[in-house]
């Protein structure tokens, strides 16, 4: 484990109105390995998430990347730094074919205002884009719809649109979110490969899933950081079972 | 009622990008500029009179323009009228107070628009979804009375007149621009040349962003664009093609009325762009087109065609929303994937 | 010419003038800001419907001779009106963009203009302040036009009607939930789209309340809704998002802004109105009281 953590929070808390959702956590991420963040409904999950994320700031508090504070940054500096990430929504370009959806979330690391060469001269781009597709497994939807795809494939090329930026860290909310057992069981496969080559940070409503996969886990509640450690430590700890597994465990 | 969660309003493929399906019709696609080339070059064949025929070919470059913004990011402006009409003052201007040759006041109006496309931009983007469309009508009344005021410039509420331009002198030509073919044609250099460099800036990784940010502005900004900015870019460019458009239509009708930086103005280049198809590179002239023929028709039958023109605007909104080169489109691209015809 | 050259009456004056004619702005703006706020549709036939409200309630002067009676049949009818178009030609586009309703009532905006110039001929129609609202009082600080102190005590009743509407009643309470979030009111067992009907109705009859009175101000023409919908957009641009108190706050600030340009600059009055919006987007681009979240 490297000294500075890839991601920190410091004391990050985020309030809509009078609404706290999420107060005073404060956390770090080590390089490498999936970390997931677990909680039951309401716990402040996917606040957190879209604050690391840099889809809305904090209200108070810090947040480090590499030991830089990135607090308040747009979403695209984000991107820019290397942080992607794969939203619970699915979140594509539906009226977009896959291989384009990719193609373009490629191109933002690349080129930017390039106005009168075709896309074509960026074949590169293109052959990423077949890569990733292949990687994430829908090789043979490139030309399709992104809307015409099945759920599953659907995030499926979200992730793949999310490797597209070659993110040192990504972010994935709630991956597996609607899917069928099958399609679960081929994603969680998918985030498994993924983690060798990068950080990964996991937002999961489903515990079991994860329990065998991560190194680390963070646990919410009401919007507070109620543990963290080791699968096996969180499953030793009294207060998580209490409110968080009370009833299957 | 966040206006940045509305998904896209027309539900169809663009046939236009790369990022399109195969197929013989994006094979077609691929020749788009010579095929709209051919098809504006063959146009005064079928047209009633040679004016409106310009008429047609300038106002559809206009709407092509906005179409930059409507059909490919997805942003609706109601202040188009703004870079018409500063194109179409700023050239005739030129021609009126200071003389220029007619090539020099065309760039020189073309200019003027982008300054203005600049500044409205600058400010309207910082608005989302619909409020779009509010503040660039607003914005674009702003100029409209900045240039009513300006008199002395403009001529205010009478117009800018007298802009006569009897010839285009080249090295060693001289185009007579009485002549209304030789008009037409010359018109259809500048209308042309703009096609193709419309049809250069789509095909661009600059023209993929765009439809990026029109299909999902939140994807676009967590993929790394700086959508504000991509926006504002765009929003200058699509200023250009209306402010040539206005540069030559001030040629073409040797006056320049108020009414053309009117928000009215605007909204014919949304009915227009509409009624031809947004989600098309071609809609835009046969919207143009359609738009002028039935003006020119109606008003021939009644003082009130206004009516007719708003009745059918919004029967095209309720029935026919990919306009009507887009739904010609949309059948071809249905016959296209029929079994028999691609596996 | 600057301010400080001026009568401090005369300034005064021009003030109460200024709310005069924010009154106006005020109402147009609520209408749209209403519409727009639980809708999310932008209502292009607004000034449209300005207008038509001005000749309903001018023509049905003409032969009852009572301005009440128009103050009262020219909202109603143009909100009926506005029901019907909710009912006939928008619900269909429920589910579409939100491009789809602001392009239509574009359209509508054609028609109403042209149907009234069929109607009522191309030129328009004189109309001044009805005889007991004629003449001028001393308020104070010199004579002031009686028709205008009475706009601005209508107005600030039926503002106070809406805003207790709003607060206190079920209605608006639903409008308030509707406009944060459509489903929860469904969740609620709440038909959405009955209070969409009445809210488009609500917002359309204040645009027809909003033309007849203005109509003693200006006289009546098939046009006079055009600039008016320009203006709206201001309003409701600087007072912010859905935000009923904005909207009268920017209208005021809107009217008083034009009522001192043309004591001081009478050239540049209708630019004022934009210069004023061009600022608010510079320094606070969501608008006066707008909520944050609608703004990139």
């Known amino acids: 484990m490297s000294a500075v953590p890839i991601l920190a929070t410091e004391g990050v808390g985020k309030r809509f109105g009078a609404f706290r959702a999420l107060d005073g956590v404060s956390v770090a991420f080590p390089e490498g390995g999936i970390t997931a963040i677990i909680g039951p409904n309401g716990a402040g999950k996917s606040t957190f998430f879209n604050l690391v994320s840099g889809a809305f700031p904090p209200s108070e508090g810090r947040i480090l ?26 979140n594509v370009f539906p009226h977009l074919t896959a291989h384009e959806n990719v193609r373009v979330a490629a191109q933002a690391r690349r080129v930017r205002f390039d106005l009168l060469r075709d896309r074509a001269a960026y074949p590169e781009l293109a052959r990423k884009a077949e890569a990733l597709l292949a990687e994430v497994g829908l090789p043979d939807r490139a030309g399709r719809l992104a809307r015409e795809l099945a759920h599953g494939e659907q995030r499926a ?51 079991k899933l994860v329990m065998d996969l991560c190194r680390r886990l963070i646990v919410l509640h009401q919007g507070r950081l109620l543990a963290e450690g080791t699968p096996d430590a969180i499953r030793a700890d009294a207060e998580v079972r209490r409110v968080y597994l009370g009833r299957s465990a | 009622m966040s206006g940045s969660a509305a998904g896209p309003a027309r539900a169809v493929p663009s046939s236009e990008g790369s990022g ?119 914005l674009s009344m702003c100029v409209y009375y900045a240039f009513y005021r ?32 030789v008009k037409y044609y010359v018109v259809l250099v500048f209308v042309g040349a703009a096609i193709w460099l419309f049809s250069r800036i789509l095909a661009s990784p600059f023209g993929a962003v765009l439809e990026a940010i029109r299909e999902n502005e939140g994807r676009a900004e967590a993929c790394g664009y700086d959508v504000r900015r991509v926006k504002l870019v765009a929003f200058v460019i699509s200023g250009a093609f209306c402010g040539l458009a206005g540069a030559l239509q001030a ?20 009915m227009m762009a509409l009624l031809g198809g947004t989600r098309t590179f071609f809609g835009p002239f046969v919207g143009a087109a359609t738009f002028l023929l039935l003006q020119d028709g109606l008003a021939t039958l009644t003082s009130h065609w206004q009516l007719l023109v708003g009745a059918i605007f919004i029967a095209f909104v309720l029935f026919l929303p990919l306009g009507l080169w887009g739904e010609v489109l949309a059948r071809l691209r249905r016959l296209d994937a029929a079994p028999g015809g691609a596996p | 010419m600057t301010l400080a050259s001026l009568p401090l009456t005369l300034v005064a004056l021009q003030v109460v003038t200024g709310i005069a004619l924010g009154a106006i702005y005020v109402l147009v703006g609520i209408g749209l800001s209403l519409i727009f706020g639980l809708m999310n549709i932008v209502n292009f036939a607004h000034g449209a419907f300005f207008m038509a409200g001005a000749y309903v309630g001018v023509f049905l002067y003409g032969y009852t001779g009572n301005f009440w009676v128009s103050l009262v049949v020219a909202p109603v009818a143009i909100g009926l009106l506005g029901l019907a178009v909710e009912r006939v030609l928008i619900r269909p586009l429920y589910g579409r963009g939100p491009d789809d309703p602001l392009l239509l009532t574009f359209g509508l905006a054609y028609v109403v203009v042209e149907s009234v110039r069929i109607l009522f001929g191309l030129t328009g129609l004189p109309f001044s302040a009805p005889p007991p609202l004629r003449g001028a009082v001393d308020i104070g600080i010199g004579y002031f036009p009686l028709y205008r102190l009475f706009l601005i005590g209508f107005v600030g009743l039926v503002v106070l009607g809406l805003w207790l509407l709003i ?26 789209g009955r209070v969409w009907l009445a809210v488009f109705g609500l917002g359309c009859a204040l645009a027809g309340l909003a ?80 909520r944050a979240g609608a703004f990139g």
Request: aromatic share 6%.
């Open chain 2, 20 to 138: 399109a399906p195969g197929g013989r019709l994006a094979r077609a696609g691929r020749h788009r500029v010579a095929l709209s080339l051919a098809a504006l070059a063959l146009f005064p064949l079928v047209a009633p009179y040679e004016a409106l025929a310009v008429n047609i070919l300038v106002l559809g470059l206009y709407a092509l323009g906005f179409n930059l913004l409507f059909g490919y990011a997805g942003l609706l402006s109601f202040g188009h009228a703004a870079f018409l009409g500063a194109g179409a003052y700023g050239c005739g201007i030129a021609i009126v107070q200071y003389g220029l040759h007619p090539l020099a006041a065309i760039g020189l109006g073309t200019g003027l628009a982008v300054a203005v496309a600049a500044a409205m931009g600058y400010l309207a983007i910082r608005t989302r979804g619909i409020y779009f469309a509010m503040t660039t009508l607003a």
């Open chain 2, 150 to 181: 300006a008199e002395r410039l403009t001529g205010g509420e009478n117009g800018l007149r007298g802009i006569n331009v009897p010839a285009l002198g080249l090295p060693g030509v001289s185009l007579p621009l009485l002549d209304p073919t």
């Open chain 1, 157 to 207: 090329l979200e992730i793949a649109m999310a490797l597209a930026a070659d993110p040192d860290l990504l972010l994935l909310d709630e991956p597996t979110a609607g899917m069928s057992p099958e399609e679960t069981r081929a994603m969680m496969g998918l985030v498994a490969r993924l983690a060798a080559r990068r950080t990964l940070i996991l937002v999961e409503h489903k515990m």
């Open chain 3, 211 to 290: 033309g007849i009175l203005a109509a003693p101000l200006q006289g009546v023409t098939p046009e006079m809704g055009v600039p008016v919908l320009a203006e709206a957009f201001v309003v409701t641009v600087v007072g912010g998002m859905g935000s009923l108190a904005g909207a009268v706050l920017a209208g005021l600030l809107v009217g008083i802004v034009v009522a001192m340009t043309s004591l001081i600059a009478p050239d540049l009055t209708k630019m004022a109105i934009f210069a004023v919006m061009a600022l608010v987007l510079l320094v606070r681009p969501r608008g006066l009281l707008g």
């Open chain 3, 167 to 192: 607060e206190r009643t079920r209605f608006g309470l639903i409008i308030r939930a509707g406009a944060r979030d459509p489903q929860i009111v469904q969740v609620l067992g709440i038909d959405i």
């Open chain 1, 65 to 90: 990347y590499r030991g830089r504070d990135i607090t308040g940054s747009p979403p695209h500096r984000f991107a820019a730094l290397g942080i992607a990430k794969s939203f619970q929504i699915t």
């Open chain 2, 251 to 270: 040629i073409h009708l040797s006056i320049v009325p108020i009414e053309t930086m009117h928000y009215a103005t605007s909204g014919e280049a949304v």
